[in-house]
């Protein structure tokens, strides 16, 4: 089955890299990768009054300027590494962000958003860039993050966390799934204990993992609301995780990761790709 991947770009060196990485993730599969720039008003329109004949060549200028840059994008990759079952489309969008994430997802039935991060360093207390933050949040597809130092390693080990309060769906798991096999890759589920224990959940969603995955461990810690972040960087650390991957649910840590006081002082340095998947 063909795969339509989305790959949003700002000529960044964070999104350049997350393009080389997701094209090299998927080396063995048959996708179709869309390369797309967001052209933002702002760009090109100031407080001056501007003729629309003006306004119109500054922005024909810009989504010219900006097809190039992709297209030199998709020929370095294939001088590079020349592979007959990917193709390659170059997208320039003037529109809102998130609106043309959304737009061009339905349109080309994208199955999975790649996109670069900028991660946390220094006294930047901040997981992702703003536009990767808004995908994850107002987007209804998965989403792969990937942070600006990070190589494409071998997949031999995934690990998905989760806190077993709800159950989980077969076609939610699907992006998760397919990387799995592509790779054959282990599946370690890490179930992150915090104020509650739900046995029950935990039995059911654990017969879920290993019926639908074939080589899956199931590890449990406990962890306090304010340390989950340092808990699971620790675990990844410790077991070699080559991706993590979570489920975007309400009320879970990871919609917390998402508020403004997590951004302030979250100091979590994620160095692997995040697989972000999404409830439907």
Known sequence: MIKNILLPTDFSKNSINAIKYAVKLFENDECHFYILNV???????????????????????????????????????????????????????????????????????????VMGTKGASGLEKVLFGSNTAHVIQRCNLPVLAIPSSCKFRKLDKVAFTCSFKSSYAENNIEPLKDLISSHNSSLNILHVIEDYNFEEKLSENIEFFET?????????????????????????VENDVKMISMMAKKHSFLSRLFTRHSYETFAFNIDIPFLVLKEH
């Open 39 to 113: 052209q933002k008003a702002s760009s090109f329109i100031s407080d001056d009054l501007m003729s629309v004949s003006t306004s119109a060549t500054i922005y024909s200028t810009l989504v010219d300027a900006a097809k190039k840059s992709i297209a030199n994008i998709i020929s370095q990759i294939q001088n590079h590494a020349m592979n007959d079952k990917h193709t390659f489309h170059s997208l320039v969008d003037y529109d809102n962000f998130i609106d043309a994430i959304n737009q061009t997802s339905l349109y080309n039935n994208i199955d999975l958003i």
């Open 212 to 236: 639908h995955f074939k080589q899956v461990e199931v590890d449990r810690i406990v962890s306090s609301d304010a340390n989950v972040y340092n808990t699971i960087h620790d675990y990844i």
